[in-house]
C-alpha cells in the first residue's frame, strides 16, 4: 500500500521588516518600544531615509566662542579649573532662536544644573544633537519631529557653568554615543 505525502502549504513570503531592510540584521530587535505621539500628522511628516546623508544648519548666527576640546584641557573662567569641552559655545543674544540643526525627533528635554534647559533630538543612524543653556521653556515637546532649522527653544541663562562668560548656546553632536566636533558637520561660513 502505497502512501502518497499529504502536501503542505507553502508559507507567503512576506517583506523583511524595517531594521533588516535597513540595517542587514538577521534577527531584529522585536522588543516592544514606545511610540511617541507625533507633533504633526504622519501624513505631513516627510518620509526619512537612514542611508541619505543629513544635512546640517548653524542653530544660532554668532561665532564659536569655545571650541570642542575633547584631547586638551581648557581654563573655564565660570569653574576656574581646566577641563574638557566636548561642544562648541556659539555666541548669541539672550532670546534668540535656536534652531534644530537637522531634521530628527525631540528624545529628551532636561535641566541640568550645570547645562541647564536641554534638549535633545535624534537623527536617526546614530546622531543626536544637543543644545543646553537654553531659555526655561523650549517651544518643542518630547517625541516632537522637527525639521531642519526648526525653531525648538531660545538662548537663555539657565546654565550654572557658563554664568561668568557671554550669552551663548552650548552645542554637541553625539555619533554613535560619542561626542564629536560639531563643526565637522555645520556648514562653513
Not at 535656536?98 to 534638549?119: C, K, N, Q, S
Request: with cysteine; proline share 11%; glycine share 10%.
Amino acid at each position: 500500500m502505497s502512501t502518497t505525502p499529504t502536501p503542505r502549504p507553502t508559507p507567503t513570503p512576506r517583506p523583511p521588516d524595517r531594521e533588516t531592510f535597513f540595517f542587514g540584521t538577521e534577527e531584529p530587535d522585536v522588543s516592544p518600544t514606545p511610540t511617541p505621539e507625533p507633533a504633526v500628522s504622519p501624513a505631513e511628516q516627510p518620509a526619512v531615509h537612514e542611508s541619505a546623508p543629513l544635512q546640517f544648519v548653524w542653530p544660532v548666527a554668532g561665532e564659536v566662542e569655545v571650541g570642542h576640546c575633547k584631547d586638551t584641557l581648557i581654563f573655564d573662567r565660570t569653574m576656574g579649573d581646566w577641563r574638557i569641552h566636548v561642544g562648541v559655545d556659539i555666541v548669541a543674544y539672550l532670546g534668540e532662536q535656536v534652531l534644530a540643526v537637522a531634521g530628527g525627533t525631540v528624545e529628551r528635554i532636561f535641566h541640568d544644573d550645570l547645562l541647564g534647559t536641554t534638549v535633545v533630538i535624534n537623527h536617526g543612524g546614530g546622531m543626536q544633537s544637543l543644545y543646553a543653556n537654553l531659555a526655561e521653556i523650549p517651544v518643542v515637546t518630547e517625541g516632537q519631529w522637527v525639521a531642519m532649522g526648526t525653531p525648538i527653544g531660545a538662548v537663555g541663562a539657565t546654565a550654572l557653568a557658563k554664568s561668568g562668560v557671554i550669552h551663548h548656546l552650548h552645542l554637541e553632536i553625539i555619533e554613535d554615543g560619542v561626542r564629536v566636533d560639531p563643526l565637522l558637520f555645520l556648514p562653513q561660513r
